[in-house]
């Protein structure tokens, strides 16, 4: 049995969720609007399981085509980004440091990322736009200094980034990634949600990039250097943890600045972001006017 698929999207103007099923799009908000206004609101009722027995046997409401994917949370309370989380991203940097012994965490906000389907924004202001492919967990269970032995019991739900980043605004001051990971539009989160039920959905999961057909980044996160267990143990020693939250885990070696020459992402360009049991992230590179 495929897992359900839980989609945010916009249909003549008004934003909505649903479930994604063979045929179409099933209506959850319009059964359902009034008790919970968004997907973040099932998360944080931890409905999404039921929600999904409950709506098995419904049938589409309208065709997928008459949607607008947006990312799967809306307005979520923080997104936090995992920095150098594979073996071979660290060796990268080629400063002869070894793995540190903490993630390299940074910031960004919601406007920063779009839906699945859409087009990436190339800035006039630079074009460096790059890609990085990762794997997406939704936090369901709220709390602080969460122990590594309990950390994944607060996972609601799994998705897909492509943390596009624009890669000489990551260097313009000495200690932040700041300005380079927040332009409007340049990544993406999606396509759906698909809720958590047990470890193995995490374990050895293959993640692969694509550019045009061309895989350019391919990891599993067997070796990720820190376990989804000890990223929500060490966030929430420092920050409550809330319903909804997103944490994106880490991208592997591959992204564009590493050729020689670097390969940006230009106009045209299609980028998938592809995990086992997950889905494919899927979108286009346009100019921003």
């Keep these: 049995m495929s897992r359900p698929r839980f989609i945010s999207f916009t249909r003549n103007g008004a934003l909505g969720y649903g479930l994604l099923v063979d045929h179409g799009v099933v209506d959850l908000s319009g059964r359902h609007g009034k008790r919970w206004p968004s997907l973040r609101e099932v998360i944080g009722d931890g409905a999404l399981l039921s929600l999904a027995e409950e709506s098995a046997a419904l049938s589409a409401d309208f065709p997928v085509e008459d949607i607008r994917y947006e990312i799967p949370v809306p307005a979520p309370e923080k ?17 002869g440091q070894a793995a540190p012994s903490n993630p390299s965490l940074f910031i960004r906000f919601p406007r920063s990322f779009t ?31 969460i122990a590594q032995s309990e950390a994944i019991e ?72 820190f376990s989804f267990r000890k990223i929500i ?24 600045a590493r050729f020689d020459p670097p390969i940006w992402l230009k106009p045209g360009d299609v980028v998938e972001v592809e995990a086992e049991g997950i889905g494919v992230l899927r979108n286009t590179i346009a100019d921003e006017v």
Aim: hydrophobic share 30%.
């Design 79 to 95: 997104i936090i980004c995992v920095g150098v989380n594979f073996p071979d991203r660290n060796e990268e940097y080629k400063d």
């Design 115 to 145: 839906g699945h389907g859409q087009a990436l924004l190339r800035p006039p202001e630079s074009p460096q736009l790059d890609y990085e492919g990762e794997i997406v967990i939704v936090i369901g269970k709220g709390g602080r200094r």
């Design 154 to 225: 607060h996972i609601a739900a799994l998705s897909l980034c492509n943390e596009g980043t624009i890669r000489d605004w990551v260097r313009h001051a000495k200690f932040n990634v700041t300005q380079g990971k927040n332009f409007d539009r340049t990544g993406s989160i999606g396509p759906w949600l698909i809720p958590y039920t047990d470890e193995s959905q995490l374990a050895d999961i293959k993640l692969e990039t694509r550019v045009n057909g061309d895989v350019r980044q391919q990891d599993r996160t067997s070796r990720m250097i």
């Design 233 to 256: 143990n060490y966030i929430s020693t420092f920050t409550t943890l809330v319903p909804g939250d997103v944490i994106v885990t880490g991208t592997p070696t591959g992204a564009g």
